[in-house]
């Protein structure tokens, strides 16, 4: 069973950062692609930003050139790093990972979800 452990949330005063990490671990043969998303209360989960297995990066209007996502192969983990943060960044954030398992099937696997409060 996979498993993805979120970290680094938490409050930042606004123009501040903050470095979210998703690791990953159990059964899975090949990752296809990886991303972070993000939801408030009464709207849906929207995409901040995600990379595929080759590299290609894809971020929403609202953080390009704020946000940086990336991904350490070797410890498979993605991170997001969050600068000049505002309070409209507020959100639950969410890592997701697409992947093959050794079934051959593919998979998609959300996160807990960590908590970023952008406020004075």
């Known amino acids: 069973q996979v498993q993805l452990v979120e970290s680094g949330g938490g409050l930042v005063q606004p123009g501040g950062s903050l470095r979210l990490s998703c690791a990953a671990s159990g059964r899975i043969f090949s990752i296809s692609e990886r991303g972070w998303y993000r939801q408030t209360p009464g709207k849906p989960r929207e995409l901040v930003a995600s990379i595929t297995a080759s590299g290609s990066t894809n971020y929403a209007d609202s953080v390009k050139g704020r946000f940086t996502i990336s991904r350490d192969n070797a410890k498979n983990t993605v991170y997001v790093q969050m600068n000049s943060l505002t309070p409209e960044d507020t959100a639950v954030y969410y890592c997701?990972?697409?992947?093959?398992?050794?079934?051959?099937?593919?998979?998609?696997?959300w996160g807990q979800g960590t908590q970023v409060t952008v406020s004075s």
């Open positions: 997701v990972y697409r992947y093959t398992g050794f079934d051959g099937y593919e998979y998609v696997h």
